[in-house]
């Protein structure tokens, strides 16, 4: 047997995505059995195939001394010989020691891929922001503009410095994940949170609540009245950061390959040099004052830009949304319409009060979007079924029906409310579950979410045109009369099912022969 970890990086011509990396076991067919060669893979890290890298010999093709010859090529039961050329050019590039890249050099690319990462997509609603605060700095003393370009570039560091400890735990072991660059966009729970937050800054800029924090907002009827301060500056400097993150931009891909390995000290170097680049245009700002002069006066133009943002948010929201994990998608646009309304709520209070919000109307706000978040992921996402369910057919129906079976059948649809009620309430529930065991009753999911003849033909037969409708089909014996289905109709309880079940009977064991009986007598 073979087990290999093989660490690979995709690349175009103007970008690379971040490295990865595989663990390939090789287990090789024997004499008796030549079929029994099997070729799988799991997750890995490109760091373990980093510290120990095994040279390819281009004779061979292979890392050690087993010749290349015609070899059994497995995908899934399916199993194949395919020929491997035998001429002289190698099946893999050798890759015997490349030519080691700088320190320096790296460096210099990852200050140059920072500095490009202001002009990505990701960034442009916090980009455009930080130019409306430039807007704000005019007039004010240098020392002044200075200090908060300092806070934003603090943010912004403060976050590259979190990635690269995350990178450093990893490459010395301490780290289940390589938390690299864009990776936390892998987790759904992340980019829900940041879809909410994304989403609070648009109904923010497009005037349903203002932010209470300086320099955030910064308009009132057209006028400036809120000086951007320390706090703004420093989330803006780590949300704009956080946004970039999904943007691999030239240079970066073999920057933050080269840091897999690496000592602690070089991975935060390569990390600062990214951000450097990054705050480079706030720093140059800060030392250069007079360049704000260029930007025009605040006014009443700051409002139709700080909107037009709001717009530009949204789009982010959307952007996240395509790469949210699909069972998701309900319950975080549900979380999204609280946060909407506790947006709402705290805005009517600011605008009665002259923007002074109580506690309390915080408090409020804060358990709606509590609620309405819970209710959502609780009734909305993805469930985990804690009873084995089949999916309903007629002739699966009849197959366990003619075995002895008694037949729970549950007739839902996504687009059922009380249907997800009663699961949730009634169906889905531990004493239910230890019913359904004990009694050996065979669990059939009807799925009418997409429409579904068959269904429908037998909700009309149990007299019914509409759902939720859970039906129990007691098993019977060959010499038996079949007995009437026991149905629940609408919104149920749990006991009721319990009492259907204790109805219905448990199931009879029967053999083949007598299953072949019951076919033939036409129990359905």
């Excluded at 690349?11 to 799988?40: E, F, K, W, Y």
């Excluded at 649809?413 to 529930?429: G, H």
Aim: hydrophobic share 45%; glycine share 10%.
């Amino acid at each position: 047997m073979t087990d290999r970890v093989v660490g690979y990086q995709t690349c175009t011509l103007t970008a690379c995505d971040p490295p990865a990396g595989v663990r390939l076991t090789i287990v090789l067919p024997t004499d008796d059995d030549p079929a029994s060669g099997t070729i799988s893979f799991a997750e890995a890290r490109y760091a373990d195939a980093a510290l120990s890298p095994t040279a390819i010999d281009a004779a061979t093709g292979s890392g050690g001394d087993r010749k290349v010859g015609k070899t059994p090529f497995v995908s899934g039961q399916h199993t194949t010989d395919r020929s491997v050329p035998t001429h002289n050019e190698p099946l893999v590039t050798p890759s015997s020691d490349p030519p080691a890249t700088s320190l320096p050099l790296v460096l210099l690319m990852g200050l140059a891929g920072g500095l490009i990462l202001n002009l990505m997509p990701c960034v442009l609603p916090v980009l455009g922001l930080k130019l409306m605060s430039f807007a704000q700095q005019s007039g004010r003393r240098r020392q002044e503009i200075f200090a908060l370009n300092l806070w934003y570039c603090a943010g912004l560091y403060a976050v590259f410095f979190v990635l690269a400890t995350a990178s450093v735990a990893a490459n010395i072991g301490l780290g289940s994940e390589n938390l690299a660059w864009g990776e936390q966009f892998t987790s759904s729970r992340f980019n829900i949170v940041m879809a909410a937050i994304v989403f609070a800054f648009a109904l923010s800029f497009l005037g349903v609540w203002e932010l209470p924090i300086p320099g955030f907002i910064g308009e009132s009827a057209g006028r400036v009245h809120s000086q951007e301060g320390p706090l703004g500056s420093f989330l803006k400097g780590a949300l704009s950061t956080v946004l970039a993150t999904p943007c691999s931009g030239p240079f970066l891909g073999p920057v933050f390959g080269f840091t897999l390995g690496q000592s602690t000290g070089i991975t935060y170097a390569v990390f600062a040099a990214i951000a450097t680049g990054m705050a480079l245009p706030y720093l140059v700002v800060g030392m250069l004052p007079g360049l704000v002069k260029f930007l025009p006066k605040p006014g009443a133009w700051m409002e139709t830009l700080k909107e037009v943002l709001g717009f530009v948010m949204l789009g982010t929201v959307v952007f996240l949304f395509t790469f949210l994990n699909h069972d998701f998608f309900v319950p975080t646009f549900a979380l999204l319409i609280g946060i909407w309304a506790a947006c709402w709520w705290v805005g009517r209070s600011q605008a009665a009060r002259r923007g002074d919000v109580g506690f309390g109307r915080w408090v409020q706000a804060g358990a709606i979007v509590a609620a309405v978040g819970s209710l959502a992921f609780a009734f909305l996402g993805p469930v985990t079924s804690i009873i084995p369910w089949q999916t309903y057919s007629r002739a699966r129906l009849t197959e366990l029906r003619t075995g002895g079976a008694t037949v729970m059948i549950d007739f839902s649809a996504d687009w059922c409310a009380t249907c997800k009620l009663n699961l949730a309430t009634a169906i889905e529930t531990n004493r239910v579950k230890a019913a359904v065991e004990a009694n050996g009753v065979v669990p059939l999911l009807a799925d009418w979410t997409e429409g579904s003849s068959e269904i429908k033909a037998m909700l009309e037969s149990l007299q019914s045109k509409s759902i939720p409708v859970l039906a129990f089909f007691p098993g019977v014996m060959p010499d038996e009369k079949p007995r009437d289905p026991i149905v629940l109709r609408d919104l149920i309880t749990e006991s009721q099912v319990l009492e259907a079940i204790r109805q219905a009977g448990p199931s009879r064991t029967i053999g083949p022969e007598v299953r072949a009986a019951s076919a033939a007598r036409g129990i359905q």
